[in-house]
Structures are given as structure tokens and as C-alpha cells.
């Protein structure tokens, strides 16, 4: 490795030390930062400033120069709706189908996988043996690409898989899981909390392991049952942690997309689309490229992120102050 | 077996196991099953023949059909025990089949020509590996390409992430000038846009720079990250001033200060991110979605995803990729282990 390096490092000195002679020591800073900086501007600046653009101009070519203004089309056609609740009346009803998706997948994968992270992590809290083994056994399914979890749990929940052999043999029967909306939409919501509730788990039993002992032994002389203490202790002091946790759990969860669009590719029928594949279809695999109506989808999905962040810092601010 | 029931039952003091602790190791118990399960299910599954992945209900363990090679005939002979009738009790080996009847031959006599039927006998299977699926994606895919392009792209994005990153940070966290808090505040701002609601400006930007279909369209946009700037930033302002102030009056250029001093003593969280950078650009899938769509381009997971679409049923082939796509990660897993949850832990994710 310092083999590579080494020579590369040296090369880049020469300029660097020009650099440092023309402009002092302190200004050598913006040569430092300025890498990271072009990299910033043009891959994540300039994009939100042209995605406005896009928003607001038509036609299905990418080049900025070739497409109409329309001003506020985009937004008028995503938003022409009789019943804002009722996907159907609405012109642009595959958007409000992936909307009202989402919001019921963010409800209920953040429920249950906040809750599910709570109990493993005070579980894996308690003085048990081989914590550390069973820390990574919860932390794994992490890693796995979401393609992979998609892959594994679509092999398991095959017609002919290993679930239903096992229902067939209790005598409950088996089901052909995802042909079905309810229960596709079900186990994306499944495999989505089984793949991301280890890190959140990592999370909490950090936020727990700082809560002080004492209070616990205090709460033990004063003979309190385990439930109490749970709920005058343990909570209340995890309760900054489990805003971090709700509020990053929002944000990802807003942007599901690749695990679930590779488990059922957003069906059967539009039962598991949610907001990110619409912007993908829309822009990228449809035949016309509607990229105007991607991009105003895109600012509505930003608007929603950018409160999240905020709250998020807003936390963590305060977590800090405090 | 009695000391290892002292072990596991053992508790801090009391002398009987409350039912919390029972309620502890069986949620514990059912988290290895429900963690680990799944993933071993897959490992075994992807070392079954095609006939035994078509099996229902599956068996635990992969079985194929024994075989035995006559004299005579070009291919080995599948070999079928008789429950019934008038050869019952022996191995058989079949010939041909028609219909509900089997053309066989013992093994042991094979000049005579036996005929069966087949509800009288069943399948003489044995306990067997089959490699084949993994030799067989070398074969029918160009499984080294993509793993190629996942490699390259991993190692490649890591190494300009580290090097860019690192330079943010040093500049951010031992430099007094104007508007570095402007450029911090700008630092958090990046936070705010994820790439999921940039994609058509990103894919403008990326195409007019010509990256589109290229490998370096998936490089490139990911290397500035703010998680990356922020935890090497926290971590270099704890680097002593002194150490550097030295270093000056002896008159160390900025950049040998920035690559003999700070690199080497922020290599911890260097290592940190290092991992997550590489587990982020190994999985990653939106992006490379978009800018890569000629299949020689593609990366694993794309192959991957592109597969499972178009071989709805060799699930043989999916099988043994997926386990050669989640690998890789998995091994680095394990030997990183304990970094990968401080690091997760200290960034909050990306």
C-alpha cells in the first residue's frame, strides 16, 4: 500500500509547496478544501439549483437547452386531484399510489423497527453471556446488500419455499405470499426492518449503556418492579437517543427504494411503489423520459427530507447542550 | 452437560433464573434463528442441483441422485432402489424412460434389459455438494466482469473519498481563515440533499462530463460525503497543535504536515470510514441503476438484479451468486467487526 502512496504523495507536494510559497501558510486551507469542495458544488449544489430548472420545464430530453418552460405544470399535474386521499381521482394517480405507500410503509417500518430495536437492545443491555456474539447476530443483516436481502427472503417466500413447506407441515397451508398486495406489501415491510434494525439496536444499547448504574440501584433499594423502573428510568433518559433514532429512521425510510424494488419490483400491480422507484420510472426506465415530473416529485420528496434534517440537527444540538 | 447448563443459567447473584432471563435467552435464541437462519438457508440452498431446488417440501441438506458409469454407455446411469415388485430390493440403474415405464439394468449383470414400473422404485440419493453452480457462473455469465467492475468501483471510490475527505477535514480543523464556518454550514447543507432526490440533474451533470455508462459516473459523485468530512474533522481536532507547530519550524511543507503527521495519527478513523465507504460502494444500487446500463458495465448487484428477472427459474445460478455478491462483505465483517459498530455508532449511518 505505502508503496503506492508514497510516490503519489511526493508527486503532489511539488505544486502544493508552489502553492503554499504564492499564497502564505493560512491560505493553503482552500487548496486543501478545494477538491471536496468542487466535488460538493457540482455534484450536490448545482444539482438542487437545476432540479428547480427541471421542474419547471417539459419535453423528455435531459439537455437543459431543449427543454420548454412550463413553469408550474409539473407540480399541477401531480397535484390535479379530486380526492387527495383516494388515489384514483387523481391524474397522475401512480404518484399518489406511491405517496400514500410510502407514508404507510415510513408509518409502519418505523414502528416496529424502532420498537423491535428497543427491546433488542435493552434485552441485549441486561447482564447476559456473549453479548458481543449476540450483538453482531442482530448487526448482520446490515451489511447485506440490499439485493441480496431482497434475493434471500424472495427464495424463502417462493410458492415452493421453505415457508410454506413449513406451514404445509404444521397444517396452517401455504400461500403464495407475493402475488398477494396486502401480504407483499406486509413482508416488504418485514424484510426492510429485518435488514436495517441492527444498526438503530447498535444505536440504542449506546444510548442505554450511558444511562448511569446508580440510578438503577437506586431504584432497586426503593424496591420498584422492572416495569416501573422501565418506564420512570429507562425511558425518560433514552428518550434523546430515541429521537435520533425515530428521526433517522424517517429519513431512510422515506428513501426506501432498493431493497423492496428488487424483493417485488413495486408490485404486484403498484401495491409495494413507493415515491423514490416513481421518480426512477418516471425519469429513467419509462419510455418517454418524463423528467420534468421526476424532478418537481424529487423537490416535494426534498422538502419533506430537509424538515427531517433539521429536526435531526435541532437534536443533536440540543443532545449536545445539554 | 451439567457445567454447561451451570454456565448458561448462571445470573448476577440470585440463585433461580427470573423469567426475564428466560424471556431474554429465548428472544435471543429466536434472534439467531431469524438473523442467521435465513442466510444459512441460502449458503445450503446455493449447493443443490437444480432437481433438488425444484424438491417440495425442500430437504434440509443438498442430495443429488447417485450415478454409476457402465461399460457401454457414454453418460453415467441414474440409480433407482426397487420398493416393489418383482426386482424389489435392488439398485437399478434406468436406461430410458416411457411413460410410466422404466428401461433398466443391474449394475452387477448389465447384458440383460429389465422393464419396470415406475411407482416400484425411488431415487438412490446421496449427500453432495453441487459446485457446479459456482463453476457455472464463471461459464455462462461474465461473472469476473462484474465482480471486476464492484472491485473497481469499491476500491476506487474508497481511495478518493479517504483522500479528499481527509483533506476537507484538515483544512477545516487546523486552519484559522475567513469563511470556515461558511464552508462548515455548507458541509451540513450537503447533508440535507441525498442523492435520491437529485437524480436528474446528477444524471445531466454526470452525462455532459461523459461518465454516462462509464464506471467513474458511480466514482466520482459519491466521493465528497459530508459523514466522511465531519467524522474526520472531530477526530483531527483532537490532534494537538504543538505537534504541528514543530513540525513548521522545521520546516515541513502544509502537505508533508498532512500526510507524515495527520494521516498517520488519524488512521483509526481513517479505518473507520474506510469500511463504511467500502460497504456503502459495494451495495450501492439507485446510482449505478442509472448510469450504467450496458451489461458489461455492470456491477454485482446490478447483475444480480438483472438475473433474477431474466432466470425466473434457475434459481441454481441466482442462488450461488448472491452468495459470491454477499461474501466479500461478510469476511470483511468478520475480521472488522468490532470497528464497523463503533464506526455505525459514531456517524449515525450515512
Not at chain 1, 440490499?146 to 415452493?160: D, G, S, T
Not at chain 1, 418517454?288 to 435541532?314: D, M
Request: some cysteine.
Amino acid at each position: 500500500m505505502l508503496q503506492i502512496i508514497s510516490p503519489i504523495m511526493r508527486v503532489i507536494e511539488v505544486p502544493m509547496l508552489a502553492l503554499q510559497r504564492m499564497l502564505g501558510t493560512n491560505k493553503i486551507a482552500w487548496v486543501f478544501l478545494l477538491p471536496n469542495l468542487i466535488l460538493f458544488g457540482l455534484f450536490a449544489f448545482l444539482p438542487v439549483i437545476l432540479n428547480v430548472f427541471y421542474a419547471m420545464t417539459g419535453g423528455d430530453n435531459v439537455l437543459l437547452e431543449a427543454r420548454p418552460f412550463v413553469g408550474a405544470q409539473n407540480f399541477g399535474t401531480l397535484t390535479e386531484c379530486d380526492n387527495f386521499l383516494d388515489p384514483n381521482t387523481c391524474r397522475e394517480d401512480k404518484f399518489w399510489r406511491a405517496v400514500w405507500n410510502t407514508c404507510w410503509f415510513v408509518v409502519l417500518q418505523v414502528g416496529f423497527m424502532v420498537g423491535f430495536s428497543l427491546l433488542t437492545a435493552i434485552i441485549l443491555n441486561r447482564d447476559i453471556r456473549a453479548r458481543g456474539f449476540f450483538r453482531s447476530v442482530f448487526f448482520f443483516p446490515v451489511l447485506l446488500s440490499p439485493v441480496v436481502v431482497a434475493l434471500i427472503w424472495k427464495w424463502i417466500l417462493q410458492r415452493e419455499g421453505v415457508l410454506n413447506a413449513f406451514l404445509d407441515w404444521t397444517g396452517v397451508g401455504g400461500y403464495n405470499w407475493l402475488v398477494d398486495a396486502n401480504w407483499a406489501f406486509t413482508w416488504a415491510v418485514f424484510i426492510s426492518v429485518w435488514a436495517h434494525m441492527g444498526f438503530y439496536t447498535l444505536i440504542l444499547l449506546a444510548g442505554l449503556q450511558a444511562i448511569p448504574r446508580d440510578v438503577y440501584e437506586a431504584a432497586m433499594m426503593d424496591r420498584a418492579n422492572p416495569w416501573r423502573t422501565f418506564r420512570r428510568i429507562t425511558l425518560p433518559l433514552l428518550s434523546p437517543t430515541m429521537l435520533v433514532v425515530v428521526v433517522l429512521a424517517l429519513i431512510k425510510g422515506v428513501q426506501t427504494f432498493d431493497e423492496v424494488y428488487a424483493f417485488t419490483g413495486g408490485g404486484p400491480g403498484t401495491a409495494t411503489t413507493f415515491i423514490i422507484q416513481y421518480i426512477y420510472e418516471e425519469g429513467f426506465a419509462g419510455a418517454p423520459r418524463l423528467f420534468g415530473l421526476a424532478a418537481a416529485a424529487s423537490l416535494l420528496v426534498a422538502g419533506v427530507l430537509v424538515v427531517l434534517t433539521l429536526i435531526q440537527l435541532w437534536i443533536n444540538r440540543r443532545n449536545v447542550d445539554g | 452437560m451439567g457445567r454447561v447448563w451451570t454456565f448458561l443459567t448462571a445470573t448476577r447473584g440470585s440463585a433461580r433464573l427470573h423469567w426475564t432471563d428466560w424471556f431474554s435467552y429465548g428472544y435471543l435464541t429466536l434472534g439467531i434463528f431469524l438473523m442467521f437462519g435465513p442466510v444459512v438457508w441460502l449458503l445450503i440452498s446455493s449447493f443443490k442441483t437444480e432437481a433438488d431446488l425444484q424438491r417440495f417440501p425442500p430437504t434440509l441438506l443438498p442430495y443429488a441422485q447417485q450415478t454409476v458409469e457402465l461399460e457401454g454407455y457414454d453418460e453415467p446411469l441414474p440409480l433407482f432402489l426397487m420398493t416393489a415388485g418383482e426386482y424389489e430390493g435392488a439398485t437399478l440403474a434406468q436406461l430410458r424412460r416411457v411413460g410410466n415405464r422404466a428401461q433398466m439394468v443391474d449394475p452387477l449383470n448389465p447384458g440383460e434389459r429389465l422393464q419396470v414400473n415406475i411407482a416400484n422404485r425411488e431415487p438412490v440419493e446421496e449427500f453432495s455438494l453441487a459446485t457446479e453452480n459456482y463453476t457455472s457462473l464463471f461459464e455462462r455469465f461474465n461473472f469476473l466482469r462484474f465482480f471486476w467492475n464492484s472491485t473497481f468501483i469499491t476500491v476506487m471510490a474508497t481511495a478518493l473519498m479517504l483522500l479528499v475527505n481527509s483533506m476537507a477535514a484538515f483544512a477545516l480543523s487546523k486552519y484559522e481563515f475567513r469563511g470556515r464556518t461558511a464552508v462548515l454550514l455548507m458541509v451540513v447543507g450537503t447533508l440535507m440533499i441525498p442523492q435520491t432526490v437529485v437524480l436528474v440533474p446528477l444524471f445531466l451533470i454526470v452525462t455532459e462530463l461523459g461518465m454516462f455508462n462509464s464506471l467513474w459516473g458511480v466514482i466520482i459523485p459519491g466521493a465528497a460525503t459530508p459523514t466522511g468530512v465531519f467524522l474526520l474533522r472531530q477526530y483531527m481536532i483532537t490532534i494537538p497543535d504543538e505537534i504541528l507547530d514543530a513540525a513548521r519550524m522545521d520546516k515541513a511543507s502544509e502537505w508533508k504536515i498532512f500526510w507524515r503527521i495527520i494521516i498517520p495519527l488519524s488512521a483509526p478513523a481513517i479505518a473507520v470510514l474506510a469500511i463504511l465507504a467500502i460497504m456503502w460502494r459495494w451495495n450501492d444500487f439507485l446510482w449505478p441503476l442509472i448510469v450504467l446500463t450496458r451489461t458489461e458495465n455492470f456491477t454485482l448487484q446490478l447483475a444480480l438484479n438483472s438475473f433474477q428477472g431474466e432466470l425466473q427459474t434457475d434459481w441454481s445460478s441466482i442462488l450461488a451468486m448472491t452468495v459470491l455478491t454477499l461474501l466479500p462483505i461478510s469476511l470483511v465483517f468478520m475480521f472488522l467487526q468490532k470497528y464497523i459498530a463503533t464506526g455505525i455508532a459514531s456517524t449515525g449511518g450515512k
